[in-house]
Each structure stands twice: as structure tokens, then as C-alpha cells.
């Protein structure tokens, strides 16, 4: 039996923490609702703008700030997590995801009367892999161990709500940003979960199960800070662009 509690506290810790070196946490926000009022039709300037985004992901661009991201590598992360009845300091390193660039445009329209934005992105496969070591405690029981994380996250589909506005100077500015994450399936392995290879196999197996309904299930943990990041940087590349400008760009 104890054996069971250590297995499903471990699954729960390395979701929080997986979901933390993602996106972090959750700010409020309108909701997504990919169906609205707005009679939208496909913009083909918007999906070629959304298209030519590939070489940015794979190359950079110093003048917007944004680094290679296909691949993205990162040497090392420290998540660290107190609350009153969970502690958790886990270390990634040698961080790697390929494919960022590797989407199809599935939705790509833009309404001037709501000066709304809707675009729907799918990967057909996202490698990432991480090496981790854990120290954690959930409240009942300690959680800890080292080893490799490798997962294959398949049909991974981010939907967004984009709202512009016009600010006293006449400048355009993102009002606010909404989005939805979903997976089709996720395989899942993990090594050195409390030492134990057959802890390791269980907990792969069983996040490999799950995955697509934990997503489900946590989108406001999931997609929450990922929002805050994506405002902060659309709102730097806009950089007082006024409204026609903006409206030039995309139609």
C-alpha cells in the first residue's frame, strides 16, 4: 500500500512540476471560446505572416529579442515550490524540445469590428527530453530521485483569442489573450523515480495514459503564465504601431 501512495504522490508532484517548467501559474483572463458571434473567413495575409514565423523559431531575431527556439535548449532549470502542505525543489537540465516550428495553421482569421484574432496551431510531435532530480514532499510522503524524463507529446493543438486596442496615443496594444493547449496522446518514460525501476515504468505508464485528460483538466495551470509571457512580448513588437499600420500589416 505505501507503495501506491509514493507512486501516485510522485505523479502528482511531477505534473505540478512539469506544468511549472512550462508555463508556470495562472493569471485571470478572458476564456477561450473558439465560436463566436463573428462570421470569420481564413486571412491569407495572416497565415502567411503566421508561416514566415518558422524561420524566426529556427533562426532568432535579434531585433525582436526572440532567441532560437527550434530546437530549444536550455542548460539547466531550478523549480522550486512552498506551500502549506507541498515542497518541491526539483533541478532540469540539458533541456531539449524539437519541432517548435514544425506546425500546420489550422485556423488563421481576424474580425476588424472586434478587432479579434483567432488562430489555432497543430504539431503532429514534440520531442523534449530533461534530465531531473528531485526533492519534494507532499505532505505524507517524500518524493525524490534522479534520472532522464523523455516524452513524445503527439498532435498538440494551441488554440488562441487575440483582442487588440488602441491606447490614448492611438498606438495598438493586446488587450488581452486568451488559449487552450491539447494533446492527442503523450508517450511518457521516466528513470530513477525513488530509485526504482519498476516505480519508473508504473509512473511512465500511467502518465502516458492520462496525459490528455490531465491537459484537459489543468488548462487555467497549463496555459495560465504562457498568456502573461505572450501579451508582455506581442505588446514589446508592437511598440506604438498605430492602428493602420496594425490593420495594413494583417489584412
Do not use: H
Request: proline share 2%.
Amino acid at each position: 500500500m505505501l507503495d501506491l501512495w509514493k507512486l501516485l504522490a510522485a505523479i502528482f508532484v511531477l505534473t505540478l512540476t512539469l506544468s511549472q517548467a512550462a508555463v508556470g501559474r495562472q493569471e485571470t483572463g478572458d476564456r477561450l471560446s473558439l465560436t463566436g458571434n463573428e462570421r470569420l473567413t481564413r486571412n491569407s495575409k495572416l497565415e502567411l505572416l503566421i508561416d514566415s514565423f518558422r524561420d524566426v523559431m529556427r533562426n532568432g531575431n535579434d531585433s525582436l529579442r526572440i532567441p532560437v527556439l527550434d530546437p530549444y535548449e536550455a542548460d539547466k532549470l531550478i523549480i522550486k515550490l512552498d506551500e502549506d502542505c507541498l515542497t518541491i525543489n526539483n533541478k532540469l537540465s540539458n533541456i531539449r524540445m524539437d519541432g517548435l516550428a514544425n506546425y500546420t495553421i489550422d485556423t488563421a482569421t481576424f474580425s476588424l469590428l472586434r478587432m479579434r484574432i483567432r488562430v489555432a496551431l497543430t504539431w503532429p510531435i514534440l520531442p523534449i527530453s530533461t534530465e531531473y532530480d528531485i526533492e519534494a514532499n507532499s505532505g505524507v510522503l517524500p518524493i525524490y530521485g534522479s534520472g532522464t524524463i523523455k516524452l513524445n507529446a503527439k498532435n498538440v493543438t494551441f488554440s488562441s483569442v487575440t483582442t487588440v486596442a488602441v491606447n490614448s496615443e492611438l498606438s495598438v496594444y493586446v488587450r488581452s489573450f486568451t488559449s487552450k493547449l491539447a494533446l492527442e496522446a503523450l508517450d511518457f518514460t521516466i528513470t530513477g523515480l525513488y530509485n526504482s525501476e519498476k516505480t519508473s515504468e508504473l509512473t511512465s505508464t500511467i502518465v502516458s495514459d492520462n496525459a490528455p485528460q490531465v491537459v484537459e483538466k489543468y488548462q487555467e495551470i497549463l496555459t495560465g503564465r504562457l498568456n502573461i509571457i505572450i501579451v508582455d512580448r506581442m505588446n514589446k513588437i508592437f511598440n506604438n504601431m498605430s492602428l493602420s499600420d496594425f490593420i495594413n500589416i494583417i489584412t
